[in-house]
């Protein structure tokens, strides 16, 4: 079942292809990389997919719902999470889901019962009465899952889900990534620029550049299309992005980008 489909999505900003023409769908259950250098039109995409940025022109469905007319009903099916701060350092991890559950009209008389098992599911449970502030970069991401996720949604969004992230707290946040995938059937639709965290759990990935997808296909489909013995992804990321060094990503996304290292570390 396809729960994720674009047709020739596009945005542009003033003389600016930013997203041209995406034409991809995402079956239910998977775990779907988009990958490419910054100013790529990840970022892009994604919002328009969460209706924060309407599109140019194109369209997309997601839960079989249209993000232009039945925008209301797609923001009920996914969860997001950026990677901009979500969590509030002034509250506790409980306090702080406790403001999430009131946003996604969590019935009253669940949300103590979703708390509870948001936080022992993410592994933060002996830590929920504390301040936020106090917590970890590893332990601030998996709050902010357990937010995007007290609802329940068919889709997740994670946009660069483990930057700044030590091995091992990045290991963490995807075994509790994958505890919910299998309690709950959710699909994930990630951004990373970690080529061996994508080939590691992504069932497939598209390598997006200048707005345009260049690739598509399983991991190990993207590595021999490369022809090279003993390729990585790393390789795949190279061949159909090799002058990214050069060209990727404004200042701005530099300086956000390390804004999210910095907080998470």
Known sequence: MIILQTEELTRRFR????????????????????????????????????????????????GGFDIHQDAAAVRRIFGYVPQALSADGSLTGRENLRVFARLYDIPRKEIESRLSAALELMGIADTADRLVATYSGGMIRRLEIAQATLHHPKL??????????????????????????????????????????????????????????????????????????????????????????ATGGTYKETAATRRAMRRLS
């Open 156 to 245: 997740l969004f994670l946009d660069e889900p483990t930057i700044g992230l030590d091995p091992v707290a990045r290991d963490a946040v995807w075994e509790h990534l994958a505890v919910l995938r299998k309690q709950f059937g959710i699909t994930i639709f990630l951004t990373t620029h970690y080529m061996e965290e994508a080939e590691a759990n992504c069932t497939r990935i598209a390598i997006m550049y200048k707005g345009v997808v260049a690739a598509i296909g399983t991991p190990s489909e993207l590595i021999a299309s490369v022809g090279k013995p003993d390729a990585t992804l790393n390789d795949v990321f190279a061949y159909y992005a090799g002058d990214s060094l």
């Open 15 to 62: 003389n600016i292809l930013a997203v041209n023409r995406l034409t991809l769908s995402v079956e239910q259950g998977e775990v779907f990389g988009l990958l490419g250098p910054n100013g790529a039109g990840k970022s892009t995409a994604i919002k328009m997919l969460t209706t924060l940025l309407p599109p140019t022109s194109g369209t997309a469905r997601v």
